[in-house]
């Protein structure tokens, strides 16, 4: 298991950065808030200070793969995000497969009534807690 604290979750795309907050007593994670990005590129400004504000022990940011577990244009990019996130930060970033996590997002929001425009957030908060999951087995 990683290191027990508040962690913040990623979920890296071209437009929008989802990201949600969660800690490891509890195992479960909010949605936080969607950051606008250009061309894959976010407000790092807007990350550099949601890190500061949340001192999170971690990372977790979640790797998009086709279904066949082959790397995309999307894998691509969000490893450049964890990579660029990790050299800010001094922190550990932890990668996880996020497959179908947009859906299951688009689920979550639909059961509850919820406006599509934080589906990146809730996406990053699957993220997040699928990741604890992963860390308890």
């Known amino acids: 298991m990683s290191a027990d ?8 795309g071209e437009k929008r950065l989802g ?5 490891t007593v509890t195992g479960r994670a909010r949605a936080l808030m969607v950051i606008p990005c250009r061309a894959g590129i976010p407000d790092w400004a807007r990350v550099d200070a949601l ?3 949340w001192r999170p022990v971690g990372l977790v ?10 790397a995309s244009a999307s894998t691509r990019l969000a ?11 001094g922190l550990g970033v932890y990668r996880i497969d996020e497959h179908l996590s947009s859906h299951a997002a688009a689920e979550s929001l639909r059961e509850r009534g919820a406006t599509a ?8 908060r699957i993220i997040l807690e699928t990741w604890f999951g992963e860390q308890l087995t």
Do not use: C
């Open 79 to 89: 490893e450049r995000f964890a990579g660029e996130l990790a050299r800010r930060s």
């Open 5 to 12: 604290g508040t962690y913040l979750g990623f979920d890296a």
């Open 51 to 53: 890190v500061d504000e």
């Open 61 to 70: 940011v979640g790797m998009p793969r086709h279904a066949d577990g082959s």
């Open 117 to 124: 425009d934080v589906l990146d957030a809730e996406a990053a």
């Open 19 to 23: 990201v949600a907050v969660g800690q």
